[in-house]
């Protein structure tokens, strides 16, 4: 077993995982909109987050662990610990809804070290044509559960837009290169 890489501050991370033996992590609306609320109680925290799509059986998250004194909470915890924190209560919320028991999401969670400018911005494209990549819709745009349409929007978004936007040039180029990506599922194997 490969030694699990520890989440550092102020670094950048591919966070994925999935369902235990693929299966679904949501079912029906509301369970998209109770991750995406324990996310932003868990996770926003001690992480900015610049992508991310939540699929049927799994997920995926392009973020950036805040410097400690950007952290604005009286326990830091370990980013590791948030993460798990988050998987726990959803299970435990998952679990009782639907009248199951055990463990929800594979372990541990992956994580992949983003280290360049190039990998990062195909990463974006590549998270937010996931749903395309799956043959779910034709076009981010058509696919609610994930930051695509938060990127291209001028309402209030704690998604870091400014940032990912000034990577891609303007929204037009992001809309670009999206487009190009989108019969593209390269970037790397995740599963």
Not at 21 to 50: C, G, Q, R, V, W
Not at 89 to 96: G, L, P, S, V
Not at 158 to 187: A, P, T
């Amino acid at each position: 077993m490969q030694p699990i890489q520890p989440l550092e501050n102020e670094k950048y991370y591919h966070i994925y995982n999935r369902g235990i033996n693929s299966d679904l992590l949501f079912k029906e609306n509301s369970n998209y909109e109770y991750f995406l609320k324990l996310y932003d109680l868990h996770i926003e925290p001690m992480a900015e987050t610049y992508a991310w799509c939540l699929m049927k059986n799994h997920f995926h998250f392009l973020i950036r662990i805040k410097d400690k004194e950007e952290i604005k909470t009286e326990n830091v915890i370990q980013p590791s610990q948030s993460f798990s924190n988050l998987f726990n209560a959803y299970t435990k919320a998952f679990n009782k809804k639907y009248n199951r028991h055990g463990a929800l999401f594979e372990r541990p969670f992956k994580r992949k070290g983003i280290e360049n400018e190039n990998y990062f911005q195909n990463l974006i494209a590549y998270i937010h044509n996931n749903p395309v990549h799956h043959s779910i819709c034709e076009h981010p745009l058509q696919y609610p559960w994930s930051s695509y349409i938060s990127c291209i929007s001028n309402k209030p978004t704690k998604l870091k837009r400014k940032e990912v936007m000034k990577l891609f040039g303007d929204i037009e180029n992001f809309k670009y290169v999206h487009e190009l990506k989108s019969n593209d599922v390269s970037i790397d194997t995740f599963f």
